[in-house]
């Protein structure tokens, strides 16, 4: 059970991780799936829901209600399906599109405050073990 240390340091980093992007996203008036939405949409053609939840791992049932909460907000916007009538694709809004612009770099220089603690070695370093981790379930 040598790996036990190795999980919980996982979980708590990842949280530690969630914990300092959240409060920022919260800042912007979002929340974590809101933005991870927006900034998947950002500067990319409309994507139908399948594609949008593929690419953020959005589960479809909570899917359904933020992209109602964005439409709400008029961050996005439902474009008939030209290749399938029945379904719809996503696509931002002008104002979904400006709050991306501001946002997403925004976002980026706030995780740049934390992640700029550590010099390249250790990022590339921190990278290779991830991987290193990853495959083992693959």
């Known amino acids: 059970m040598n790996f036990m240390p190795l999980m919980k340091s996982l979980a708590s980093t ?6 300092f992007s959240t409060r ?3 800042e912007m008036g979002l929340t974590m799936t809101q933005f991870d939405i927006l900034a998947t949409l950002g500067n990319q053609p409309p994507m139908t829901c399948k594609e949008l939840g593929e690419k953020t791992l959005i589960l479809k049932g909570t899917m359904t ?3 109602e909460r964005l439409e709400t907000k008029g961050l996005i916007e439902k ?4 290749e399938d009538g029945r379904s719809y694709k996503i696509s931002l809004t002008k104002s979904g599109d400006t709050l991306f ?3 997403f770099p925004e976002h980026l220089k706030y995780l740049g405050t934390a992640f ?4 390249n070695k250790e990022i590339e370093e921190a990278i290779c073990s991830l991987k ?3 495959t083992i379930f693959n």
Not at 14 to 19: G, K, N, V, W
Not at 116 to 119: A, I, P, T, V
Request: hydrophobic fraction near 40%; avoid cysteine.
């Open 116 to 119: 700029g603690k550590l010099s």
């Open 79 to 82: 474009i008939v399906n030209e």
């Open 101 to 103: 612009k501001k946002a």
């Open 132 to 134: 290193a981790v990853k």
């Open 24 to 26: 920022h996203i919260k």
């Open 65 to 67: 209600g933020v992209l």
């Open 14 to 19: 990842y949280q530690a991780f969630e914990s």
